[in-house]
């Protein structure tokens, strides 16, 4: 028997190790919220799934950036150590309304640091996904990885 007190254990996963099934069930929630489905078959047939699949997972699985408003993420990214680079990513995530909690930057080694930031993401305001995606793709920016968030 499951004990009651277990903690839940959350994962993070890029889209392309997602199971189709979970991918489906996301389409259908979306079909519902937006009302462009009126029922849950409506929209669990426009999303290629069975009902029961639909409520097996629909409390498992949601877009990243529908449960991190609010919240905070912690993030490590590696990058080279060139001027200006740390000041376009802050400003970066202060463009999409996040609030740095917490900075740290190692000491570069080779030309290259490490960066972890926890960022609060305002309710309402910012777009997490989006932001980490426009990191990432900063010139300089070697990777981005999701530490936690709260």
Excluded: W
């Amino acid at each position: 028997m499951p004990n009651r007190e277990e903690k839940k254990k959350y994962y993070v996963l890029r889209e392309r190790a997602v199971p189709e099934v979970l991918l489906k069930v996301v389409e259908a929630k979306k079909l519902l919220d937006t009302g462009k489905a009126a029922t849950v078959q409506d929209a669990a047939d426009a999303a290629g799934i069975s009902r029961s699949s639909f409520y097996k997972y629909k409390e498992d699985i949601f877009p990243f950036h529908e449960e991190t408003k609010g919240k905070t993420i912690t993030f490590v990214i590696q990058l080279d150590d060139e001027p200006g680079l740390l000041s376009g990513i802050l400003a970066t995530i202060a463009g999409y309304h996040g609030n740095i909690l917490t900075i740290h930057q190692s000491i570069p080694i080779n030309g290259i640091a490490t960066l972890t930031l926890s960022v609060n993401i305002l309710p309402a305001e910012g777009d997490a996904e989006t932001m980490m995606e426009e990191i990432e793709k900063k010139a300089g920016v070697h990777y981005l990885n999701i530490l936690g968030r709260e």
